[in-house]
């Protein structure tokens, strides 16, 4: 969108849907009650906004 003549105009095409990419922590799955006794680590985990990432992450 843009906002042109104090109005928002659709301004081009969505970006498409990307796939889901899911992390399973090593300790999955547990209960509730399991991953409240402990402090939960994701020091493993690399987030990117990179669409085009073929490592996974």
């Excluded at 498409?16 to 939960?40: C, F, K, L, N």
Aim: hydrophobic share 30%.
């Amino acid at each position: 969108y843009v906002y042109h003549s104090s109005k928002w105009m659709v301004a081009g095409n969505a970006d498409s849907p990307v796939p889901p990419r899911v992390y399973i922590h090593p300790d999955s799955p547990a209960s509730g009650e399991t991953w409240m006794r402990q402090v939960i680590s994701f020091d493993k985990l690399k987030l990117t906004n990179n669409e085009l990432d073929d490592q996974g992450h």
